[in-house]
Structures are given as structure tokens and as C-alpha cells.
């Protein structure tokens, strides 16, 4: 069953827990009242003082729920040009837009020649109207920037 969506779920954290996790690429959610109650494309990532503002924008892949626990996985992780600061603390999550983050455009290129590909691996014919694909890293981001 497909749930509502928000814009960006922000994920309040340590700058250690955040250092320590990074590689796993996974987002993880427990407990009944630390679970997002919505979806999102896209969580970001509040480092608790003294840091205090969101750093890092992820770019869900997946998403795993299970019924006390849930796992964002992540496609890529992107540092914002300048943080966002944040006038108090970020325990669990909430839910923003990017205009709160001061983000007035986001454009993602993915590679989808992997998943369309004939099978024989040939890449498929680009329609005209699609944008030029970046065969050697998946996915850039243009324009993620304040």
C-alpha cells in the first residue's frame, strides 16, 4: 500500500552517528513514535550542536517498512553548498519542503540505461526529449544548492 508523501524528511542526528553510518547508505527509523508516518524521495540530514543544520540531502532509493522499524536506503547522498541552519533541535524527524531548505530547484539525472537495456547489455536508443544520460556516474546533481 503506497503512503501520502512529504517533500523531505529531515533526520536529526549526531555528528558521530551520522559519520559512523554514512557508508551503510541506510536511513533507519524505530520505535512507534520515531517511524515517518509519510514516504519521501529525498531525507535529510540535521546534525545536532554544535553543528546544529541540515547538511546532507539523501536520495531514497527504497524504502523498508516493517511494523516497528523502518529503512530508507539511499541511491546518493548530497552535501549542500551551505548548511541549512536550524533554530532548534531535530530529535526524530520532520517533515520540510525545499523551499524551507531554500532550495529552489532540484534536477537529478539517473542512468536508466541499465534498467531498459536490451539483453544483449546494448544501451537503448535515446528518445530526443530525454536529457543526455551520464553513463559514468549514475547519477549528478545539477543544481542542488542555495
Not at 531548505?101 to 542512468?111: D, R
Not at 553513463?135 to 545539477?142: E, V
Request: aromatic fraction near 10%; glycine fraction near 6%.
Amino acid at each position: 500500500m503506497a503512503r501520502e508523501k512529504r517533500e523531505v524528511i529531515v533526520r536529526g542526528m549526531t555528528a558521530k552517528w551520522f559519520g559512523d553510518h554514512f557508508q551503510d547508505m541506510k536511513v533507519y527509523f524505530s520505535g512507534l513514535r520515531a517511524v515517518p508516518q509519510y514516504d519521501s524521495d529525498f531525507i535529510g540530514f540535521y546534525l545536532e550542536a554544535p553543528t546544529s543544520a541540515i547538511t546532507h540531502i539523501g536520495v531514497v532509493d527504497f524504502i523498508d517498512r516493517q511494523p516497528n522499524e523502518t529503512t530508507f536506503h539511499l541511491r546518493a547522498v548530497i552535501k549542500l553548498k551551505d548548511p541549512v541552519p536550524v533554530d532548534h533541535g531535530i530529535r526524530k524527524q520532520e517533515y520540510w519542503t525545499f523551499k524551507e531548505l531554500g532550495i529552489e530547484k532540484v534536477v537529478l539525472l539517473i542512468n536508466n540505461s541499465s534498467r531498459v537495456g536490451s539483453a544483449s547489455g546494448t544501451p537503448p536508443e535515446q528518445l530526443p526529449s530525454d536529457p543526455p544520460l551520464n553513463t559514468t556516474s549514475g547519477i549528478t546533481a545539477d543544481q542542488l544548492i542555495r
